[in-house]
């Protein structure tokens, strides 16, 4: 009598082979028979496929395997297989938790200045028909498909999306148009994803100067100082930085003047642009 396993995600010391970095899972035994029960976590669905054809999709429960039988096709399947040839079921266990999925990248603004963006958001798989859709269009290799892969997809799409309203905005105004462009992702990413099966709950979207000297100069303008003070400021502050005595002189604006000890006189040095 042909022994009857146990499908599942667990491994031999019973902990989950599923976490939170992984989408799909392959279960890789060739030990699918007719009986075998299949258990399916609270957080998961399972996709049971033979020789390529979807049989089913299974919710939360245990479930005994129960296929028609198949022509015995000689002694050895009989004997060592119960009838059965390997690898004649798969089990394709799919991950219905929330996961989240990072995209980094570079955009240029409309002034063609460098900026980096960082794209957190969330997925999930809602439905069982969704799970179909997922093993029917997400191709992947070896036993998983992992958050990671996915955002390989859906990355282009997300730079994409940022691009369209990044290009045309002044690097001063990004941060007014972040809430446009999280509504822009998050709706371009949906209809990209949907195709796969996968809902998006939520996006997050970062924006900041790639140079730091820029991040220091929009900072300094933050504060209320004009372009020109900004840039005196910022010049300023690394002067202070090596210990040069004339930084304050470079924040205001003003001369700096070195005296000359019994001459009478002073050596009065000066800013470019200004005068005594």
Known sequence: MAFKSVITTMN????EI???????????????????????????????????????V??????????????????FQQAFFGGQ???QYEALFINRSKLVLQSRGVALSREMAELAYAVDYYIHVDSKEDALKLVQHMPYR?????????????????????????QVTRLEQINEKIHDLTELVKEHLQEFLSVYGITVNAVKVLVFPQDERMKALISLKAFGLSEEQAVRYYTAMLMAE???????????????????????????????????
């Open 12 to 15: 031999q010391n019973g902990e």
């Open 18 to 56: 599923m976490g939170p970095e992984v989408l799909l899972f392959h279960y890789p035994g060739a030990d699918i028979m007719n009986g075998s029960l299949l258990t399916v976590e609270s957080n998961h669905f399972c996709v049971l496929k033979s020789r390529g054809a979807v049989l089913d």
């Open 58 to 75: 299974y919710e939360t429960g245990q479930y005994p395997v129960q296929t028609p039988d198949r022509p015995l096709i000689g002694s």
């Open 85 to 87: 040839s390997p690898w």
């Open 142 to 166: 070896g036993h998983f498909l992992t958050s990671k892969e996915v955002n390989a997809y859906a990355g282009p799409v997300v730079e994409q999306a940022i691009n369209q309203i990044v």
């Open 242 to 276: 090596k210990g040069l005595v004339s930084a304050p002189n470079m924040a205001v604006g003003a001369p700096f003047n070195v005296g000359l000890t019994g001459a009478g006189t002073g050596v009065s040095l000066q800013p470019t642009g200004t005068r005594d």
